[in-house]
């Protein structure tokens, strides 16, 4: 019976330590476990958690490989913009006139909408950026002005961010579709459109329906193919630089039920003027000259006129607002547009690689080695983009301390039951967030780079060593 009793104790006490186990000893054995599997024989991973309170190390493997982040780049992007445009930050389109108006009502000169870099203007997402909304507010005041008609152009000026759209380091597939969407000084519905298609049977071409909104200006060609079920959208827009021609090229399966793919708007500025020259004239106000962009105008050699009798001022949402969707549904272009007024609001040309030097020497005040923040862009979109998992982490525990960190945490979108931010590029899967461990707040981040085999499978791999962080 003692035996029997001693065997009892003994066998409580070894599950009594495998209970207890630390926290750091189980993620060493999935990180290993994870390390060791097939789809990760010719990858590189990195995994670091931290303290969110303290900035203490919980666990670390390969902390300082500089790796491609996808898109948790976003949390980096967004926790700088909040430091240093402030949580209240909203942009400030100007909008108004150059010339004079006649007792007739008719203004002999030109309505220009001049963008300050907002990323939401005619975006659905928001009920006081929705295009109709703006276009009306936009009606009205050259009403109230008594604007009756424009001998005239209607002007969008997006000069302000300058002539380079596309960030070094995309890739050709990305940016004729809307997440490859360019940056604008003046954007407009989240510069992108929708295709519609007319599918039919495998193997057989997809044609063109119509677009939404009409793109007049473009011409589209479809190489698209039906697919079989269960393939997915593997549809592409593809729009060489200063074409007219729009390719689609792919597969397209034929069980998808959106059938349409969104594809980025090449010129922006042009279709904000477009579609309000569209709208004064459906309202009966005659505009003589055809709608510009600065775009168009240096095209032409001509420069794009500065407003003289400003009109009104459209307010953009909250930077809190704009991060909340950004982070929400990975908006790339929002995060351009930020990254690029981080630069300017520092005084300096707001590009891209500013707004990178300044993030850079902004962390670097902090400690951070900027060789550790190796990025050229501000969404991830880029796999040039490298950063160690430490520093990801680091810059997150750093926000914690934050009067603004609520916003920041509520605009990480929830996975596996954890607030995080996702990233995936070609062979990288990527995730930075936040989790309680036995009352233990923790910030992470775990990178695989160039694994083989499917994304969903790794997905779950990589979710089983995040489990490790909510398992008492």
Known sequence: ?????????????????????????????????????????????????????????????????????????????????????????????????????????????????????????????????????????????????????????????????????????????????????????????ENQFDIKLKTGSVGSPISISHEVSAVPYLNFKSELINAPANTGDNAYAYLPVNGKTMYLRGTYAIDQTKKSISAALPDPAYDAALRLSDTLKSLGILITGEPESTTSLIAKGLQTPQIVTNLTTIPSPYLSQIVYWLNQKSINLYAEQVLKTIAWKAGKEPSTANGVEVEQNFWKAKGIDPRSLNIVDGSGLSPGTRVTTLTMATILQSA????????????????????????????????????????????????????????RSMKEKIFRILDELKTP
């Open 1 to 189: 019976m003692r035996i029997k009793q001693i065997w009892l104790v003994s066998l409580f006490l070894i599950s009594g330590q495998t209970f207890a186990q630390p926290l750091e000893q189980k993620l060493h054995s999935a990180f290993n476990r994870l390390q060791a599997d097939s789809q990760c024989r010719y990858a590189s991973v990195s995994l670091t958690v931290l303290d969110a309170k303290t900035g203490e190390t919980v666990f670390a493997a390969n902390p300082n490989m500089g790796l491609a982040t996808a898109s948790t780049l976003k949390t980096i992007t967004t926790i700088t913009a909040f430091n240093l445009l402030g949580k209240d930050f909203q942009y400030q389109t100007q909008f108004g006139y150059i010339g004079s108006i006649g007792p007739d009502g008719t203004l002999t000169g030109d309505v220009i909408i001049k963008g300050s870099g907002d990323p939401t203007l005619g975006s659905w997402r928001y009920e006081n950026t929705h295009e109709d909304h703006v276009l009306s507010l936009m009606v009205a005041t050259l009403r109230k002005a008594g604007i009756k008609n424009i001998n005239g152009r209607i002007i969008g000026d997006d000069s302000i961010f300058g002539t380079q759209a596309i960030p070094d380091g995309w890739i050709w597939e990305d940016i004729g579709n809307y997440y490859g969407a360019g940056t604008s000084g003046l954007c407009w519905r």
């Open 400 to 455: 914690k301390k934050e009067n603004w960190f609520p916003d920041f945490y509520e605009s990480l979108p929830t996975y596996n039951n954890m607030k995080m931010k996702s990233g995936s590029i070609l062979n990288v899967l990527t995730y930075a967030g936040y989790q309680t461990h036995n009352g233990r707040e923790l910030c992470f981040s775990i990178m695989v780079n160039n694994y083989n085999g499917s994304g």
